[in-house]
């Protein structure tokens, strides 16, 4: 597709039940993030990942928080033994890299995630 | 550890004003700074990004403005419409493109 492409877009659960989000990034771009949004929050940067590179995991809130990216392509966020806290907009972003700058971000609609 | 504020928090007006949206950070070590819309309900919609050696970008009724110095970035619209209403996000990036959010402006344009 033309754009980034994240599923589900909405997911119910059960408290401590396991979740697991999927992020389609556009074709081409090596860099990946993924960002929280709770309700009446800013964006919160959770990973990031760049090509072969080791991710930059310093903004997940917790070990129960882990996410993989497979073939330098999709990627996906695992929330284990799920609480209400967790419940948010979860989205994901990807861009180009170019040595030495940043390019514009470009989002997925986020998966809305509620834990019952 | 980077903190960015954005002033004001929400704002309502006519149609037709130019308006100014501020944003500041703690950290003035950035690679660049992005300014995003946000629609309810939707992802994210980058409008300009400016990289750290730069002073401001324009972009149709756009302009943003970036004082790295003194950690401050203006959004300038001009000429605003009812479709210009959404949350508009600052962003800057710091070392290891790690990107921290601004709670945001809440715009409100009445027709």
């Known amino acids: 597709g033309a754009g980034v492409s994240q599923s589900p877009s909405n997911k119910v659960t059960e408290k401590g039940k396991d979740v697991e989000l999927r992020c389609d990034p556009i074709s081409g771009h090596t860099a990946l993030y993924w960002y929280r949004q709770s309700l009446g929050q800013g964006l919160e940067f959770l990973i990031y990942f760049q090509g072969n590179s080791a991710p930059d995991k310093s903004g997940l809130p917790s070990d129960r928080f882990s996410a993989e990216r497979t073939g330098g392509s999709v990627s996906t966020l695992t929330i284990q033994r799920t609480q209400q806290e967790d419940s948010a907009v979860y989205l994901c972003?990807?861009?180009?890299?170019?040595?030495?700058?940043?390019?514009?971000?470009?989002f997925g609609d986020g998966t809305r995630l509620s834990i019952l | 550890k980077q903190e960015v504020t954005q002033i004001p928090a929400a704002l309502s007006v006519p149609e037709g004003e130019n308006l100014v949206l501020n944003c500041s950070f703690t950290?003035?070590?950035?690679?660049?700074l992005q300014w995003f819309r946000q629609d309810p309900g939707k992802g994210l919609t980058s409008l300009l990004l400016?990289?750290?050696?730069?002073r401001e970008q324009t972009s149709g009724r756009l302009n943003a403005s970036l004082d790295k110095s003194s950690g401050r970035s203006t959004l300038y619209i001009a000429a605003s419409q009812p479709g210009d209403s959404a949350t508009y996000l600052c962003?800057?990036?710091?070392?290891?493109?790690?990107?921290?959010f601004g709670a945001g402006t809440r715009l409100f344009v009445k027709a």
């Open positions: 962003a800057p990036s710091t070392g290891g493109f790690k990107t921290i």
């Open positions: 400016i990289q750290s050696s730069q």
């Open positions: 950290d003035s070590a950035i690679y660049n």
């Open positions: 972003a990807s861009s180009p890299h170019m040595t030495g700058t940043n390019q514009p971000q470009h």
